[in-house]
C-alpha cells in the first residue's frame, strides 16, 4: 500500500473545492472513468482526460459532459437507433475510488497512473434508464413507506421508541471484501478489529466480530430496558451455523467389498460425533424449514424430546425409545416427528408405532434418519 496514492474519495466528505483541490495534489491521477449500468445489468463506461473533468465539473452532475451513442446499452422500447443518444449523470452521494495501473508509470510523479472512478446514472432525453436509478427510486420509495407505516404505531419491545421522529432511512449493503479492503482510510479500522479479537482471544475472521458485536449489541438493549424498568425484553439472542458434512455415514463400496466383521459399523447409520441439535437442524434443513423457527429441549421420561415452533415438528434421536414415550409425542399431534434407525428395538417395535402415531395422531408425518 503506497501511503502517497490516493485511493478513495468518500462521499459528502468534499465540496466542489475540496475534491478539486485533493485531485490537484494528486496529479498521478490522469483520467475519469464514469461507470453506469444498464437495465439488463451490462456496465458500461466512458474514461476521459482530469483535465476536462476539472474544467467542466458542475457539467458531469448535471448530464452536460460525458454521453454514449447508445451502442453499448441495452434500453428496449425506451430508444429508437436514430435516437440513442445516452448521457451520463455522475453521482455524488456514494464513494469515489481510484484505480492504478502499476504497469503504466506517470513520468513527472513517478508514480502509477490513476483513474477515477465514479458510479454515474444513465439518462435518454432527461429520463433514466438505468439500474442504480432504479435501485435509488425503490429505496426512496421505501423509506417513505416504513416511516409512514411505523408513525404513531407500537412495536413489542419497543414502545418508547419515538418513530415519529425518525428523519430518513438509509440502506446500506456491504460484502467481507469491501470490510477488509486494505485502503488507507480503512487500514486503522481493520487494525482494531484485529487488536479487539486478539485481547478477547477470537479467532481473526468476521464471524467471530460479528458475534462479539451482537452480544454487545444485546447486552446495550437489555441495560437500557432495566435503566427503563420495562418488562418487556426483546428477544436479544442469535445462532450460529457452520457449513458441515453429512449426519450419515458415508458409504462409498459396494457390497460385495465388505466383508462380514464391516457389518457392525453401519448397525447405526449416524456418525458418532453428532448430537442431537446437529441431527435437529440437518432434519430442519433437509426439511425446508427456517432454521430461526423456535425450539424447545424437554425431558419425557427421561429421554430428550425436541419440539420445533411447538408442534410443526418433533423429535427424539434416543435409541430404543420406550412406547411410552412414543405415546406422549403422539398425543400432543405433531404435524411432522422425525426418529432415528436405532430408535426402534426391531421391525415389529417400528410396526407398532406406526399403528400408535395411525391412532392418535392420523395427520402426522413420520421421517425416519
Given at each position: ?93 456514494v464513494n469515489w475510488y481510484v484505480d492504478y495501473n502499476d504497469e ?9 497512473v490513476g483513474t477515477l472512478r465514479i458510479p454515474s446514472f444513465l ?117 450460529v451455523f457452520r457449513i458441515a458434512d453429512s449426519n450419515m455415514k ?120
Amino acid at each position: 500500500m503506497n501511503k502517497e496514492l490516493l485511493y478513495c474519495i468518500p462521499a459528502g466528505q468534499y465540496g466542489k473545492e475540496g475534491v478539486l483541490s485533493l485531485l490537484a495534489q494528486h496529479p498521478e491521477i490522469r483520467f475519469v472513468s464514469l461507470i453506469g449500468v444498464d437495465l439488463a445489468g451490462n456496465d458500461t463506461d466512458e474514461k476521459i482526460p482530469i483535465e476536462i473533468f476539472i474544467k467542466d465539473y458542475d457539467d458531469f452532475f448535471a448530464g452536460k459532459a460525458v454521453q454514449t451513442d447508445g451502442s453499448s446499452v441495452v434500453f428496449m422500447n425506451i430508444a429508437t437507433l436514430n435516437d440513442a443518444r445516452v448521457d451520463f449523470v455522475a453521482d455524488n452521494t456514494v464513494n469515489w475510488y481510484v484505480d492504478y495501473n502499476d504497469e503504466n508509470i506517470d513520468m513527472a510523479t513517478g508514480l502509477p497512473v490513476g483513474t477515477l472512478r465514479i458510479p454515474s446514472f444513465l439518462t435518454h432525453k432527461g429520463v433514466f434508464i438505468d439500474s442504480r436509478s432504479i435501485l435509488k427510486q425503490s429505496c426512496e420509495y421505501v423509506a417513505e413507506r416504513l416511516k409512514e407505516l411505523l408513525a404513531g404505531k407500537q412495536i413489542k419491545g419497543m414502545e418508547n421508541f419515538p418513530f415519529e421522529e425518525i428523519q430518513d432511512i438509509i440502506f446500506t449493503t456491504g460484502t467481507e471484501l469491501e470490510f477488509w479492503v486494505k485502503t488507507p482510510s480503512e487500514k486503522e479500522i481493520m487494525q482494531n478489529a484485529i487488536d479487539f479479537l486478539t485481547e478477547n482471544h477470537k479467532a481473526l475472521n468476521i464471524c467471530e466480530l460479528s458475534k462479539e458485536r451482537i452480544r454487545r449489541a444485546g447486552d446495550t438493549i437489555e441495560a437500557e430496558c432495566n435503566q427503563r424498568k420495562s418488562k418487556d425484553l426483546p428477544d436479544i439472542g442469535f445462532r450460529v451455523f457452520r457449513i458441515a458434512d453429512s449426519n450419515m455415514k458415508d458409504v462409498y463400496y459396494s457390497a460385495k467389498e465388505y466383508s462380514q466383521s464391516d457389518l457392525f459399523y453401519f448397525t447405526d447409520n449416524i456418525k458418532e460425533d453428532r448430537t442431537g441439535l446437529d441431527l435437529l437442524y440437518g432434519c430442519l434443513t433437509n426439511l425446508g424449514l427456517s432454521l430461526s423457527l423456535p425450539h424447545d429441549e424437554e425431558d419425557i421420561n427421561g429421554y430428550t424430546v425436541y419440539s420445533v415452533d411447538k408442534t410443526e415438528l418433533m423429535a427424539c434421536f434416543a435409541e430404543q425409545i420406550p412406547e411410552k414415550v412414543f405415546r406422549e409425542i403422539a398425543g400432543r399431534q405433531p404435524r411432522r416427528v422425525v426418529f432415528r434407525d436405532a430408535s426402534f428395538r426391531d421391525s415389529a417395535d417400528r410396526i407398532n408405532i406406526d399403528e400408535i402415531f395411525k391412532t392418535l395422531s392420523p395427520g402426522t408425518t413420520i421421517e425416519i434418519l
